[in-house]
C-alpha cells in the first residue's frame, strides 16, 4: 500500500475557498436553509455560531453553487460600503455605471425602480462593521430589492445584539454548532475519499477520531490544521510507507502533531 500523503495535505488547507469542499450534517442543513430561504419573503438570514463551525464555509459555498443562477454578491471581508459597493452592484446587474457624484439617497432611488429580481448581499465577519454601516444595511433591508445574509460570530452577546438590532425585519437564524467525533470522523472520510483512495481513508478509526476530537473540541479550523500537520509529520517521517502499521494509525502521530501545534504541552 502507498499513500499520497502530499495530495492529502491539501484536503485540509484551511481555507473556505478550499476546493476540496465535503459537507456535513451541519452544513448541509444550513446551504439547505439558505437554498429554501431564496424562495421566501425573506429580508434577513443571520448565521451565527463559535469561530471555528464552518460559518464562512458555508456561505462560500452557497456564493460558488448558485452565484451563476442568483444576483449574488459576496463580501467575505467587512468592506461593504452603502455607496461605493452600491455603485459596482449597479453596474454588474445593469451594465451601466453611476456618476461617482451621485448621492447616495440618488442611488436608493435608482435601486427602487428596478423590478427585477432582488439582489442577495452575503456579508461576513458582520460583528466587525459600526453601528452606522449597520443602520444603513438597515435601511437597504427595507427596499424590496435587497435580501441580505450575514454571517456573525456569536460571541459574547453579538449574535443576540445582531438580532435585537434588526428585530423589525423579517428574518431567519441558522446556527452552527462544533462537530462531535462521530462527524469528525465523517467529514475526515469524506475528504480522503475525494481522493479516491480508501487506504487512506481506512487508516484512521474510532479512537483516532474520539482523540481528535479531544483536541480540538470539534472546532473545524482546529481540525484542519491538526490533520494538515499529522499528514505533515507521516510524509516527514515515513515518505513512500508501505503496509503502514497494519491498521489504523497510532494516536501518538495525533499526539505529535497537537505538542507541535501547541494544543497540548509536553
Known amino acids: 500500500m502507498s499513500l499520497d500523503l502530499s495530495a492529502a495535505k491539501a484536503l485540509f488547507e484551511d481555507s473556505e475557498a478550499n476546493r476540496f469542499y465535503v459537507d456535513i450534517p451541519g452544513t448541509r442543513t444550513a446551504l439547505s436553509k439558505l437554498q429554501n430561504a431564496t424562495k421566501n419573503p425573506f429580508k434577513i438570514i443571520l448565521i451565527y455560531g463559535r469561530p471555528g463551525t464552518g460559518k464562512s464555509y458555508v456561505v462560500h459555498r452557497f456564493f460558488e453553487n448558485y452565484h451563476t443562477d442568483l444576483p449574488l454578491f459576496y463580501f467575505p471581508e467587512p468592506v461593504f460600503d452603502p455607496h461605493d459597493s452600491l455603485l459596482d452592484i449597479w453596474e454588474t446587474i445593469t451594465g451601466k455605471r453611476p456618476e461617482p457624484s451621485i448621492t447616495r439617497q440618488a442611488l436608493l432611488e435608482q435601486f427602487k425602480t428596478r423590478s427585477a429580481d432582488p439582489v442577495y448581499i452575503l456579508l ?67 475528504k480522503f475519499l475525494l481522493l479516491g483512495n480508501l487506504e487512506l481513508s481506512n487508516l484512521f478509526g474510532k479512537t483516532n477520531f474520539k482523540r481528535i476530537y479531544k483536541l480540538t473540541k470539534g472546532n473545524l479550523r482546529d481540525i484542519n490544521r491538526l490533520m494538515h500537520r499529522i499528514l505533515e509529520i507521516l510524509e516527514w517521517r515515513m515518505t513512500g510507507i508501505k503496509n503502514f502499521l497494519g491498521g489504523h494509525l497510532k494516536n501518538k502521530y495525533i499526539e505529535m502533531a497537537a505538542l507541535d501545534l501547541k494544543m497540548i504541552h509536553g
Open 124 to 190: 461576513d465577519e458582520a460583528q466587525m462593521y459600526s453601528e452606522a454601516q449597520l443602520e444603513w444595511i438597515r435601511i437597504l433591508s427595507n427596499l424590496p430589492v435587497f435580501k441580505f445574509i450575514i454571517v456573525i460570530h456569536d460571541i459574547k452577546d453579538e449574535a443576540l445584539w445582531a438580532r435585537d438590532h434588526f428585530k423589525t425585519r423579517t428574518f431567519e437564524t441558522i446556527e452552527l454548532g462544533y462537530l462531535s467525533a462521530e462527524q469528525i470522523g465523517e467529514y475526515i472520510n469524506k
